[in-house]
């Protein structure tokens, strides 16, 4: 079943469903060198007059070298179906595996973007903005228990450029 381009307008999805319980790909790279992980964190919304995603990575992750260097990500979404792919995209990394494969995903190249034919939603973005996580800023002091390594995600506003939805 092929993707249509649809308006972000258009989203029927709950985006704390979407996220946070279904889980996405966030993919970054050129066909030839790409990364992609799992996600459940992260938003959808308006911000500087321009419908965008946040999401969040850790510098540790492999994912996030590939983030580094694009201009682009894409977030793909799964049916449950799917939940064995996005578990296992989670807990292997690109740098010693190739999970694609391993995971059984399709990779397509899509004018500087790489998501998955398997995905039923995918969300194109281009980085605007970028910010550290600084625990000094914290009001509440239970977060710090997110990051016992340490380990501080860095936020990514990307403007959503493109909105795919399979069999539209």
């Not at 296992?88 to 391993?102: L, P, Q």
């Not at 899509?110 to 194109?124: I, M, N, Q």
Request: glycine content about 8%; hydrophobic content about 35%.
């Amino acid at each position: 079943m092929a993707f249509t381009e649809i308006k972000t307008s258009e989203l029927k999805d709950n985006p704390f469903t979407l996220i946070g319980s279904d889980w996405m790909l966030i993919t970054a790279g050129s066909l030839e060198n790409f990364n992609t992980m799992t996600a459940s964190w992260g938003g959808l919304g308006v911000l500087w007059e321009r419908k965008v995603s946040y999401i969040f990575i850790r510098p540790n992750r492999y994912t996030y070298e590939f983030v580094e260097r694009s201009p682009l990500f894409s977030l793909s979404f799964f049916e449950e179906s799917q939940r064995k792919t996005l578990q296992y995209c989670g807990t292997h990394s690109g740098r010693n595996t190739d999970k694609v494969k391993e995971a059984g995903l399709t990779p397509v190249h899509d004018g500087g973007l790489v998501y998955f034919s398997e995905a039923r939603l995918v969300l194109g973005c281009r980085k605007v903005y970028f910010q550290d996580v600084d625990p000094g800023k914290f009001l509440d002091p239970a977060i710090n228990s997110m990051y016992p390594q340490k380990d501080y995600h860095r936020m990514y506003v990307g403007e959503i450029v493109k909105c795919l939805r399979k069999g539209a």
